[in-house]
C-alpha cells in the first residue's frame, strides 16, 4: 500500500471529475490502497454490526500492473480481490457505463452492487436511500485515494441491469447502486 505524501486539504483542493483518462496502466499496490481507503467503513446507525457494509465491490480491470485484465469481486474482509472472468473488458465497460469512454479508457470500472432485498426487509424504504448514502460515501472516499496518490476519478451513471448481468452468476440478485472509474487523468497533474 502507498501512504500520500500531500494533506488532506491539499487533495480535496486538487480533486475534480476526471474528463479523460489516459488508457495507461496504474500499480496494484494503487489499486490496493484505494480499495482499503475507500471500504473502511462508514459510520451510519444503519450498519449492524458496526463496521459492516451494505454494497459490495466489483470491477473491470484493464490496466493494473501485476494484475490480469479481467472482472473481480473485492472481498474487504479479507482484503482480497476474486476473479470472475479473464478477458479486455474495455468495450463492456463502456457499455455498462451509459456507451461513455470514461469507464472504458480508465485503468478500473469500479461498481457498487447491493443485495436490497435484505436491506429492505431490515430496514424497510429507508434501506434504499442507506445503500445509496453509503455507496456515495465510498465513491468519494475511493475518490479521495485516487486523488491522494496524483490518479483521476469519475463516478457515472450505467446500465443498471445490465451491469448485474455482466457479472453474474456471482452478482445475481443484486443491484447496481454506483460507478467510479479511476486511473491516470489525461490532465497533467491530477
Known amino acids: 500500500?502507498?501512504?500520500?505524501?500531500?494533506?488532506?486539504?491539499?487533495?480535496?483542493?486538487?480533486?475534480?471529475s476526471t474528463?479523460?483518462?489516459?488508457q495507461a496502466s496504474i500499480s496494484?499496490?494503487?489499486?490496493?490502497?484505494m480499495l482499503d481507503r475507500a471500504t473502511r467503513g462508514v459510520l451510519a446507525d444503519f450498519l449492524d454490526p458496526a463496521g459492516s457494509q451494505l454494497s459490495q465491490l466489483y470491477l473491470i480491470v484493464h490496466a493494473v500492473e501485476d494484475l490480469e485484465p479481467g472482472a473481480y469481486v473485492f472481498y474487504r474482509d479479507r482484503g482480497l480481490l476474486e476473479r470472475l472472468k479473464q478477458g479486455n473488458?474495455?468495450?463492456q465497460a463502456g457499455y455498462l457505463g451509459l456507451e461513455q469512454e470514461l469507464p472504458a479508457d480508465a485503468a478500473v470500472a469500479v461498481f457498487f452492487l447491493a443485495d436490497l432485498r435484505p436491506i429492505?426487509?431490515?430496514?424497510?424504504?429507508?434501506?434504499?436511500?442507506a445503500v445509496h448514502l453509503e455507496a456515495g460515501i465510498l465513491g468519494g472516499k475511493m475518490y479521495l485515494a485516487a486523488?491522494?496518490?496524483?490518479?483521476?476519478?469519475?463516478?457515472l451513471t450505467f446500465y443498471d441491469d445490465e451491469v448485474?448481468?455482466?457479472?453474474?452468476?456471482h452478482a445475481e440478485g443484486k443491484s447496481a447502486i454506483f460507478l467510479v472509474a479511476v486511473g491516470k487523468s489525461v490532465k497533467a497533474g491530477a
Open 19 to 22: 474528463r479523460k483518462f489516459a
Open 164 to 169: 448485474t448481468r455482466f457479472f453474474s452468476s
Open 120 to 129: 429492505l426487509q431490515r430496514l424497510g424504504n429507508r434501506g434504499y436511500r
Open 1 to 16: 500500500m502507498q501512504r500520500p505524501r500531500d494533506t488532506i486539504e491539499q487533495v480535496i483542493l486538487r480533486r475534480g
Open 89 to 91: 473488458f474495455r468495450g
Open 147 to 155: 486523488y491522494a496518490q496524483r490518479l483521476g476519478a469519475t463516478g
Open 28 to 33: 496494484l499496490p494503487q489499486l490496493s490502497t
